[in-house]
């Protein structure tokens, strides 16, 4: 895939492409391709241009990268050569990182839960941070990586709503000793909020807690060299603004972490961090499917698709859609649920989606947005979708 993207001729009732779809993943030139279908058309200017607007807008925070987001060997080769850091969180990640020329001393190991030949490894190739959140990971580590300077990550939520990760803030100071009575460095801490957060304040109580911390430690003599604020930066998918606040710019985001570290800490880390992944990917990549079945059920108009949740379509996010149709006969806005290929019954993409009345059995349906987190492994015998970049 080669060249700029044309205009877009939208049909009529489905309103403008989003500003975030891909100057060169225009429908149109996408409609005009004999790829088979589904496949995710991806984009690395976007990811460099992410990451450009990430830097400036969050001057003084240095972005490492979190690997799950899009592990794609060219994601990964764009970045590096932007002078990112990376997160990994299994040695899986780490090889990846390694076979796109990544040293181990530009990757921290963010998973506080690793096997002991695991952080063997990593240490063999120059991981020297490691992440724990607990004295047996720290054992783990003293054993397989001697010497390596740790992170702990904190726990900061109010009411955890999944997999308790993270040590309270009161155990800090306990583990940090014990740390540095097996020989390694406590280093610093880390914490992490949770996905697509909508407002850049959000940082603030966890910043107050980590500043308590940071206090206490000092008076044992740990001063931190690193504050890693994990990520949660959010990116642009379709908002009900009767569901959910309109994203603020990134470069707020920037300013109130800024403030919140001068206000919050006692002191600032030599390294401040952060872990953005759905921020620079996301918006990367369109989802190219096509249309196998239309039928109309109890009352309901529904698309069946040749990708669905289980290649690349889960995690409930309202995706930008539109179709390989034009203006013309059968154009007019229908609402359809959307459904993937799989006897699944969950496997249902989206309901009222607005699309042309005419839309048929062959034509092609797109979805932006998918750059991050869309990495399947099929269902029912039914393979992933292949990423090709212009």
Same mark, same amino acid.
């Given at each position: 895939m080669t060249g700029e993207g044309v205009g877009v001729s939208v049909p009529p009732g489905l309103g403008d492409l989003p500003v975030q779809w891909p100057a060169r993943l225009h429908p149109e030139r996408l409609a005009g391709l004999a790829f088979q279908t589904p496949y995710r058309a991806g984009d690395v200017t976007v990811v460099a241009d992410r990451l450009i607007e990430f830097n400036d807008a969050l001057r003084g925070i240095d972005p490492y990268y979190a690997v799950t987001a899009n592990p794609a060997p060219e994601v990964i080769s764009t970045l590096a050569g932007l002078g990112a850091g990376f997160q990994a969180g299994s040695l899986a990640e780490l090889n990846l990182l390694t076979e796109q020329g990544v040293e181990g001393t530009r990757v921290l190991l963010g998973n506080p839960v690793m096997p002991g030949p695991q952080l063997r490894a990593a240490a063999e190739r120059q991981v020297w941070r490691?992440?724990?959140?607990?004295?047996?990971?720290?054992?783990?580590?003293?054993?397989?990586?001697?010497?390596?300077?740790?992170?702990?990550?904190?726990?900061v939520a109010a009411k955890p709503d999944g997999r308790p990760l993270g040590a309270q803030p009161a155990e800090a100071r306990p583990l940090m000793a014990r740390a540095r009575d097996l020989g390694l460095v406590p280093y610093g801490l880390a914490f992490h909020l949770g996905t697509q957060q909508a407002f850049p304040s959000a940082w603030r109580p966890a910043l107050g807690l980590t500043g308590q911390v940071m206090s206490e430690l000092l008076e044992d003599g740990v001063g931190l060299a690193l504050l890693d604020l994990g990520g949660g930066f959010p990116t642009r998918y379709e908002q009900d603004p009767t569901e959910a606040p309109e994203l603020?710019?990134?470069?707020?985001?920037?300013?109130?972490?800024?403030?919140?570290?001068?206000?919050?800490?006692?002191?600032?880390?030599?390294?401040?961090?952060?872990?953005?992944? $759905? =921020?620079? #990917?996301?918006? @990367?990549?369109?989802?190219?499917?096509?249309? *196998?079945? %239309?039928?109309?059920?109890?009352?309901?108009?529904?698309?069946?698709?040749?990708?669905?949740?289980?290649?690349?379509?889960?995690?409930?996010? $309202? =995706?930008? #859609?539109?179709? @390989?149709?034009?203006?013309?006969?059968?154009? *007019?806005? %229908?609402?359809?649920?959307l459904a993937g290929p799989t006897c699944d019954a969950g496997d249902v993409i989206a309901r009222d989606v607005t699309l042309p009345s005419g839309i048929q059995p062959g034509d092609l349906v797109m979805f932006g947005s998918t750059g991050a987190y869309s990495q399947a492994a099929g269902y029912n015998g039914f393979a992933p979708p292949k990423t090709l970049f212009v």
């Open positions: 490691m992440a724990f959140d607990s004295e047996a990971e720290l054992l783990r580590i003293a054993e397989n990586a001697p010497g390596s300077c740790v992170c702990l990550r904190l726990s603020a710019p990134i470069a707020e985001f920037g300013r109130e972490l800024r403030k919140a570290v001068d206000e919050l800490l006692p002191y600032r880390p030599d390294s401040l961090v952060c872990e953005p992944g $759905r =921020f620079l #990917v996301a918006e @990367s990549s369109v989802l190219v499917t096509t249309v *196998l079945d %239309r039928s109309r059920r109890d009352g309901t108009d529904w698309l069946t698709l040749d990708a669905g949740v289980h290649q690349g379509l889960a995690g409930g996010q $309202r =995706f930008p #859609v539109t179709t @390989s149709l034009r203006d013309g006969p059968g154009s *007019l806005p %229908r609402p359809f649920s």
